[in-house]
Antibody
Framework: EVQLVESGGGLVKPGGSLRLSCAASGFSFIAYNMNWVRQAPGKGLEWVSFISDSGTYIYYADSVKGRFTISRDNTKNSLYLQMHSLRADDTAVYFC??????????????WGQGTLVTVSS | EIVLTQSPGTLSLSPGERATLSCRASQSVSSIYLAWYQQKPGQAPRLLIYDASSRPTGIPDRFSGSGSGTDYTLTISRLEPEDFAVYYCQQYRRSTQTFGQGTKVEIK
């Protein structure tokens, strides 16, 4: 069974940093591209970042570019999101999500349950 | 950035009725990069449709997708009680993925 379990969320002050983790199991992690998607309280979904299976290709939403860094450790079946210079509008549930294997660009077929990041003084 | 606009914002229907949800893109989207997701309160999104009209294994056939270019539609042929939720469209070109703002399907 595919499982994605996020951790590392919490309360952080504006300007602070936080590192999120996503532990993957039930599939060959090294073979899949991965993403972070966030959802502010009561709002819609916002794609945050993508990393390819080997880590070669990385993309960010403009809203986080220069502040967030996505990475992965295929030996640990883990995905990470290092967040710096956090702002109040970064407050959200952060989901890790697997890009499916449908050939070429693919939708997000498995999602974790999310971890809440709250940026507040 | 491709902006996806979903309509209506809220759809009030009864179980057994047909639901038609719209997703309009600000510029033409390759239909092979258009997906629909369902999200219930407190849960992660669930993939319903990909490539505009394909269903992943396990998704009931009452869910169908159609469209091309800038206009896409998700149809739920007969609403079941478990279908009342929020639905999002997404274009998933990797470097510039975007979601629509969502359509809430509520019980009338």
């Amino acid at each position: 069974e595919v499982q994605l379990v996020e951790s590392g969320g919490g309360l952080v002050k504006p300007g602070g940093s936080l590192r999120l983790s996503c532990a993957a199991s039930g599939f060959s992690f090294i073979a899949y591209n991965m993403n972070w998607v966030r959802q502010a309280p009561g709002k819609g979904l916002e794609w945050v970042s993508f990393i390819s299976d080997s880590g070669t290709y990385i993309y960010y939403a403009d809203s986080v570019k220069g502040r967030f860094t996505i990475s992965r450790d295929n030996t640990k079946n883990s995905l990470y999101l290092q967040m710096h210079s956090l702002r109040a509008d970064d407050t959200a549930v952060y989901f890790c999500a697997r890009e499916g294997d449908y050939g070429g660009h693919s939708p997000l077929d498995y999602w974790g349950q999310g971890t809440l990041v709250t940026v507040s003084s | 950035e491709i902006v996806l606009t979903q309509s209506p914002g809220t759809l009030s229907l009864s179980p057994g009725e047909r639901a038609t949800l719209s997703c309009r893109a600000s510029q033409s989207v390759s239909s092979i990069y258009l997906a629909w997701y369902q999200q219930k309160p407190g849960q992660a999104p669930r993939l319903l449709i990909y490539d505009a009209s394909s269903r992943p294994t396990g998704i009931p056939d009452r869910f169908s997708g159609s469209g091309s270019g800038t206009d896409y539609t998700l149809t739920i042929s007969r609403l079941e009680p478990e279908d009342f939720a929020v639905y999002y469209c997404q274009q998933y070109r990797r470097s510039t993925q975007t979601f629509g703002q969502g359509t809430k399907v509520e019980i009338k």
